[in-house]
């Protein structure tokens, strides 16, 4: 039976999609409105449900994370330092991802649990489709910064909220999250929200910029301003061209603007701004520019491109360095890449399946156009179809009025990474087998199908042959997909564990700045670790050990819990670093580290016979990677 407020909210809703033609003054705005009637008839949502939101297990929350790594990164600072402004008028900050599920999130402890209880916490999903009109699925359907004030929710879970909340975009245009501030108790007056829509307004962007510069140094930059006090503090627009003077990036912006005096987007920067005053602004001096199409001047400030080589974000060693399986794999599969072979990849949860599979893409003829990666288990059901599919205006009521290109176009040309496969519904399996079969894809609401281009690579930890046999994966689409089929070995089978460990932490250690080095006994447990959850985990525990390690030598104790804990079936494992302080030992494991575990280059180094070797390791109790090998 529903609560007093409850059932308040359900009259209050449905009394006012039924006579919204006829009511003098409508009590929220038509934004609202439509989607209420989207929560209603589309998602077929129940306004006076009591249930919180969505929250995601812990592997897809990591993965979610995992994928939004450099968005986490560059928004951190931002939202730490909004999360300041705010915090006193106990607000709490989220940042989700493109797809509404929250990836980041600071809050005082002292109203923690409140919040937590609202559904205002790491891990919990903000679509739409899921919870109805609420701060973030607004700004999802907008693109637009929005608040959603109490009874403004649809759901009577979430009418004692307020939630301002404003996109972020990345410098293609394309929607990389949402950045949103609520409180479980604010005044009933909207107005009082006003500032702290603004504030987010404003971090939004300035997350929005550094992801910008982040993104273009390997570019010429152009910094503008209306007002010339301006253009280095809170430049308006950004706008980013290569050598050849093809623009390659444009902050939300700039895209406007140019969208308002062209109608389309140029390609060249020549189009834009007279060429000869900004070859005068080559020398980064503060300059004024005039418009190409309408004559109007902007203050601005060109910066060269930077030319620095990227950190790398690989989770494998090079080639020379790669487990013999893992690189017998690789150098197959960069065979038939470009074979118009579909691919799939097999391995454990956190093996490597999307870096194996970006790889691929990079060494393909395809490396210039889109790498589309899709988790098949980490979208919803009923979204999955638009996701893939996209829609076209009208296709359903609440359709935006533009529709909405879907993850299978957008990879045209490119490579499609469908991760965990295994996890798509069998009706869509049908949609995806005709359209692998007839390279053609329509969208829902369309007469007419497409031609797309793609290269498929999917990828399971789940052997694909059981579900067949289990009825719950198409045969004819498991065949259609097992074009080529590599397996990865988990990270406890593989021989290249020490060169892995090493780079990962050269990584996560130049991330915070101090370069950093593991002690023997930190190594030796980490050499013996069986790795349940393969790469991602040992990534994770190395970042861990940089975060709470307090001088550049990481030691057993700076490691996470369960991987130095004693525990019947592990293995014996030093405690301390004392246990392992035997100078002989030390000289030992030095030497083996020295040479990459290799025997006989560590024998010759010690002076001492590979035999000889061999049996030290033994007295010592020295767990040698791979024993045997060179």
């Known amino acids: 039976m529903l609560c007093a407020h409850s059932k308040a909210h359900v009259d209050c809703v449905s009394r006012v999609l039924k006579n919204a033609t006829h009511l003098p003054q409508l009590p929220v705005s038509e934004l609202i409105l439509d989607s209420w009637r989207r929560s209603m008839e589309q998602h077929h949502l129940d306004p006076g449900s009591l249930q919180g939101p969505r929250i995601l297990s812990q592997n897809l929350l990591q993965e979610c994370r995992e994928r939004s790594e450099l968005f986490l990164r560059i928004a951190s600072e931002e939202v730490a330092r909004l999360h300041g402004r705010v915090r006193d008028a106990d607000y709490c900050v989220l940042l989700t991802d493109a797809q509404g599920r929250t990836i980041d999130y600071r809050v005082e402890s002292a109203i923690r649990n409140d919040c937590r209880k609202a559904g205002l916490y790491l891990g919990t999903c903000w679509s739409e489709g899921e919870e109805g009109t609420c701060g973030v699925a607004a700004v999802l359907t907008a693109r637009a910064a929005i608040t959603v004030h109490k009874r403004d929710h649809f759901r009577a879970a979430f009418i004692g909220l307020t939630c301002s909340a404003a996109p972020v975009f990345d410098p293609r245009g394309e929607l990389l999250g949402v950045l949103d501030v609520s409180a479980v108790r604010s005044p009933d007056d909207r107005r009082s929200q006003h500032l702290i829509r603004q504030l987010v307004v404003q971090s939004a962007q300035e997350i929005e910029q550094a992801f910008f510069m982040s993104s273009v140094q390997g570019y010429w930059v152009l910094r503008a301003h209306n007002s010339p006090g301006y253009v280095d503090s809170h430049p308006d627009y950004l706008f980013a061209w290569d050598d050849d003077g093809q623009l390659r990036a444009l902050n939300p912006a700039a895209r406007h603007w140019l969208r308002q005096r062209f109608e389309q987007t140029p390609e060249h920067i020549a189009q834009v701004f007279d060429q000869q005053l900004l070859h005068a602004a080559r020398d980064g001096s503060l300059c004024l520019l005039r418009g ?39 150098r197959l599969a960069i065979r038939v890449k470009d074979r118009n072979l579909p691919i799939l990849i097999q391995g454990e949860t956190g093996c490597g399946k999307e870096v194996f599979a970006r790889q691929l893409h990079q060494a393909s003829r395809r490396r210039e156009r889109p790498f589309i990666a899709v988790n098949c288990a980490a979208i919803p059901e009923n979204l999955i179809e638009s996701e893939l599919f996209g829609y076209v205006a009208g296709a359903f009521t609440g359709a935006s009025s533009k529709g909405m290109q879907g993850l299978l176009e957008q990879a045209d040309g490119g490579t ?114 069986r790795w349940p959850g393969n790469v991602r985990e040992l990534r994770h525990v190395l970042r861990y050990a940089c975060a709470v ?66 049996r030290r390791v033994h007295q010592h109790a020295i767990d040698m990677p791979g024993r045997g090998q060179g």
């Open 292 to 330: 190409q199409r309408d004559g109007q001047l902007v203050h601005g400030r060109l910066s060269p491109p930077r030319r620095i080589k990227p950190r790398s974000t690989r989770l494998l060693p090079t080639p020379c360095e790669l487990d013999p399986r893992l690189e017998e794999s690789l």
């Open 549 to 614: 390690c307090e001088s550049d030598l990481i030691v057993l104790g700076d490691l996470p819990e369960p991987l130095h804990g004693h525990r019947p079936d592990d293995p014996p494992c030093a405690d301390t670093e004392e246990c392992c302080a035997s100078p002989e030992r030390q000289a030992l494991i030095d030497a083996l580290v020295r040479h990459r575990w290799k025997p006989t280059a560590a024998a010759k180094a010690l002076g001492i016979s590979r035999a000889t070797l061999y």
């Open 416 to 529: 499609l990474f469908l991760d965990e496969i295994g996890d798509m519904p069998l009706a869509l399996q049908t949609r995806l087998l005709r359209v692998l079969a007839e390279g053609e894809v329509a969208p829902l609401g369309a007469s007419r199908s497409k031609a797309i281009d793609i290269q498929v690579i999917c990828a399971s930890h789940r052997g694909l042959e059981a579900l067949v046999s289990a009825g719950e994966f198409r045969e004819d689409l498991y065949f259609r997909l097992n074009g080529a089929r590599f397996q990865l070995p988990a990270l406890r089978e593989r021989s290249d564990r020490l060169a892995l460990i090493n780079r990962i932490l050269a990584e996560e250690s130049a991330a915070c700045g101090v370069s950093m080095r593991l002690g023997a006994a930190a190594l030796e447990c980490l050499l013996g670790y």
